[in-house]
């Protein structure tokens, strides 16, 4: 009965190429769709999965993402160092600057202080330079894709200069960095630096980034420090989590993407199931036929699913590949970096078609399941 099953779907290849078509393109929407989605969030917390030292961060307590962080007065920093379970704890600022460049030419940039000593959330991967040449006089690394937006199709040259708020900044390195939500370069320096490259401000400080002693569990010492200091502490993947949800519930990206996604679903399912059910009313005869020779109802409706599925499967593989071609073809490409075929977004999609692919065929064995056997011989 399968070969049967198999020789009637492939016998009309116009449909059969049809529905497999149907699945791919809903295939190819939704894991591209799902998989830039799922990239994207990524991105909004990209500067605090790169600092890999610091286990805490610490910050004001009204603070609902990474980007919305007011100033600190420096006692905090004495304070949360004198907190019990705390290994260390060192500054840290985040925020935007304006640059001109050379020509002239203005570029807004993330801006990130380091503590002079330790250097903790420097990167950690150099492309040119060394990171060491950090702590000079008014030195700063960029980002790859910063470099390439500062200054497109030119070849990486240490010791550019430019100014950030009427100062002079020498490029010391170029370096490797999570892609960030908004496509901006990312600019590293020493705090000492960043202070001269702000507007004056009362309070620079942002973010303390601390690390619980050994044998101190970090949400227990997070506890401690916000009863101690009454700021907001929070370890490294909550404060992700935290800034994901923002972002879900105060920009319109999930709605978008949702929107397109389902768009890929509905098309799909309408693309296979008008198909399959236009295939099977013309096989009606030769289904009428099997159940004039004995074939019972259940024996039927399985070859009807087993159809839908060689469909969904086929149709399932050719859109993946089509997926992970896209992103492979776009891999080079710096804007895109980090958008990749994501495993759950595969894994998602493959539920989808099958419940694509299980409606397709309720709907077109009810067809065949109330067909009279005398139907051949009209």
């Not at 016998?11 to 393109?25: C, E, H, Q, S, W």
């Not at 304006?98 to 380091?114: C, S, T």
């Not at 999930?254 to 693309?271: D, E, K, Q, Y």
């Amino acid at each position: 009965m399968i070969w049967i099953a198999l020789k009637m779907l492939m016998g009309d290849r116009a449909k059969y190429l049809g529905l497999i078509f149907g699945v791919t393109f809903a295939t190819l929407l939704m894991t591209q769709q799902i998989s830039i989605f799922m990239g994207i969030l990524e991105r909004t917390a990209s500067q605090i999965n790169d600092v890999r030292e610091a286990e805490i961060w610490i910050m004001d307590g009204k603070v609902r993402f990474i980007d919305e962080v007011p100033g600190l007065p420096d006692m905090y920093l004495h304070r949360v160092r004198g907190i019990e379970g705390v290994n260390w704890a060192v500054r840290f600022y985040k925020g935007q600057v304006r640059a001109r460049l050379e020509n002239g030419d203005f570029r807004n940039l993330v801006l990130l202080g380091l503590d002079d000593d330790t250097l903790v959330g420097a990167p950690q991967e150099m492309i040119a330079g060394d990171l060491a040449d950090l702590r000079r006089p008014d030195a700063v690394i960029v980002d790859k894709a910063g470099y390439e937006y500062m200054w497109p199709k030119e070849p990486y040259q240490i010791g550019r200069t430019f100014e950030l708020n009427d100062r002079r900044a020498v490029l010391v390195g170029v370096c490797k960095a999570s892609p960030p939500f908004t496509t901006l370069p990312i600019l590293y320096t020493r705090y000492s630096a960043a202070a001269g490259y702000v507007p004056r401000e009362r309070n620079l400080m942002n973010f303390i980034l601390a690390s619980p002693a050994p044998g101190h569990d970090v949400d227990n010492v997070c506890h401690v420090i916000q009863e101690k200091t009454g700021l907001q502490a929070l370890s490294q993947k909550a404060f992700r989590k935290k800034t994901l949800d923002y972002f879900l519930a105060s920009t319109g990206i999930p709605v978008n993407f949702g929107i397109t996604i389902s768009l890929g679903f509905i098309v799909g399912a309408a693309i296979t199931g008008q198909t399959f059910y236009l295939f099977t009313l013309e096989n009606l005869k030769q289904f009428g036929a099997l159940k004039a020779m004995g074939v019972n109802n259940l024996r039927i409706m399985g070859m009807i699913l087993i159809q839908a599925f060689v469909v969904g499967v086929i149709g399932y593989g050719f859109g993946i590949g089509l997926t992970a071609a896209f992103f492979e073809a776009t891999s080079g490409i710096t804007h895109l970096a980090g958008l990749h075929l994501n495993w759950l977004a595969a894994l998602g999609v493959g539920a989808a078609v099958l419940v694509i692919i299980t409606l397709t065929a309720l709907v077109s064995v009810r067809k065949v399941l109330v067909l009279e056997p005398a139907i051949v011989f009209r």
